[in-house]
């Protein structure tokens, strides 16, 4: 029988059925392979590249060749959800975490000719990180930036923003890349510097009972029109912006430590959400380089608790336990619903990791909900046919907050757990809503 090898992963998948797609046999063998649209050849998350057997593949669909010419690539690398296999094929996923679908609007950005866009810039920046390089051997310093940009890039990728670089202790969010409207694009920035801030206390507890230190940072956000483009040596270029709009994002960042702030905007991101339920106080300072007073824009917090922002927050800890939280939600689901355990193999732990890997993907695509329609509205038809029923969702949703709730222990307060609830109902809703006329 034809077989589909996934290099990398020691994992391999037979092909029943030559009508499938390699998404498909993905799903039908419980591989963790994102498909942010469905499977409809609406977005690129499903890509794979070809390593073995390019033979046996089909020929391109009229849609994947318009997106294959769009991006510019070669023959080996192909849509999961419009690719058939006529005999044994070794592939490599290429999206498997945010960081990778976070690329795929640098990618996208990087086929656009060069222009003027408006965007919205962030930096982060750690405070007295010199001092801490030279107390501190080199691997612990190393450890430890890894660690940090993890938990401040989480933030950015969460919220659809683009990880643009990294210097030194610095890391550089944009927003807007994916041609978002400036209102999304500005409410998306503020709420990944008020995650990351949210991510460092929760480092600094870790940080603190390993090296008996914590850090400190400085948020500086701006919106005002870059150039970006391809730019570098003809055999080695690469998407760039640039512009003063850079340059004052990290002016601003900087007033911080003569503000003694933490996340400092301009005046012209804030004025794209005049309504954004924030805690803030404005102040003026001189940027250096810059004639006169600058006014900015110190945000504090929300007025009332944000759930997008809670579910961010916590979705980390429930990965992060992964194979407890998977188990006890499935031990509840079935003492709830036993009816429920028979629509499942007996490999759960396959079944746990595909929930959690379609967890972690739900939450970053909540920012871009075009997209996550369509995948939910997928998934609802997948699980349509499968016979699950009205109360069987009903008895997931109770389930799920139980299992969050022995993992997140004291953080689980009625904020996350009303948060938590909304998300599921959000899916629920989404996944069971009948198909337009």
């Given amino acids: 029988m034809t077989k589909i090898v996934y290099t990398g992963e020691d994992k391999a998948a037979a092909v029943a059925d030559p009508a499938m797609t390699i998404l498909d046999v993905s799903i039908a063998h419980k591989i963790p392979h994102v498909r942010a649209c469905g499977g409809h050849g609406r977005c690129t998350t499903c890509r794979v590249r070809i390593r073995e057997g390019i033979h046996n593949v089909s020929a391109r669909t009229p849609r994947e060749v318009e997106v294959a010419s769009a991006l510019r690539w070669d023959g080996f690398t192909r849509l999961a959800c419009q690719t058939r296999v ?33 965007l919205a810039v962030l930096f982060c920046d750690i405070r007295n990180f010199t001092a801490f390089v030279d107390t501190h051997l080199a691997y612990d310093v190393v450890h430890i930036l890894n660690r940090f940009f993890k938990a401040v890039g989480d933030a950015i990728l969460f919220n659809n923003g683009v990880i643009y670089q990294y210097v030194g202790d610095q890391i550089v969010g944009l927003f807007g890349v994916g041609g978002d409207p400036p209102q999304k694009s500005c409410l998306d920035t503020i709420r990944a510097g008020l995650g990351m801030l949210s991510a460092l206390d929760d480092l600094n507890a870790q940080l603190s009972d390993e090296f008996a230190t914590a850090l400190q940072i400085g948020i500086g956000a701006h919106f005002g029109p870059l150039v970006a483009g391809m730019i570098g040596h003809p055999d080695h270029r690469q ?30 991101l804030f004025d794209q959400v005049p309504q954004a339920p924030l805690q803030v106080r404005r102040t003026q300072v001189v940027l250096k380089g810059k004639l006169g007073a600058f006014q900015l824009v110190e945000a504090i917090g929300y007025c009332e608790p944000d759930s997008a922002l809670l579910v961010q927050s916590t979705v980390g800890l429930l990965l992060q336990h992964q194979k407890r939280f998977t188990q006890d939600l499935y031990r509840r689901l079935f003492d709830l619903a036993p009816s ?33 329609t369509l995948g939910l509205r997928d998934l609802g038809r997948r699980h349509d046919a499968y016979g699950v029923a009205a109360d069987h969702y009903l008895a997931f949703r109770q389930a799920f907050l139980e299992a969050a709730r022995g993992i997140l222990d004291e953080r689980f307060t009625p904020p996350v757990e009303r948060a938590w609830a909304g998300t599921i109902d959000m899916i629920i809703e989404v996944m069971r809503r009948p198909p337009s006329p």
């Fill in 86 to 118: 006529s005999g044994d094929v070794t592939l490599e996923r290429l999206v498997k975490s945010p960081a990778d679908m976070s690329s795929l609007q640098l990618e996208e950005a990087s086929v656009a000719p060069s222009q003027e866009r408006t």
């Fill in 340 to 372: 429920v355990k028979g629509l499942f193999r007996d490999d759960m732990e396959s079944q746990g990791q595909m929930l959690a890997h379609m967890i972690q993907f739900l939450v970053q695509a909540m920012s871009r909900p075009e997209l996550i």
């Fill in 239 to 268: 998407f760039a912006v640039v512009g003063d709009a850079m340059n004052i994002a990290s002016r601003i960042e900087d007033a911080n430590k003569t503000l003694g702030t933490r996340f400092l905007m301009s005046e012209a």
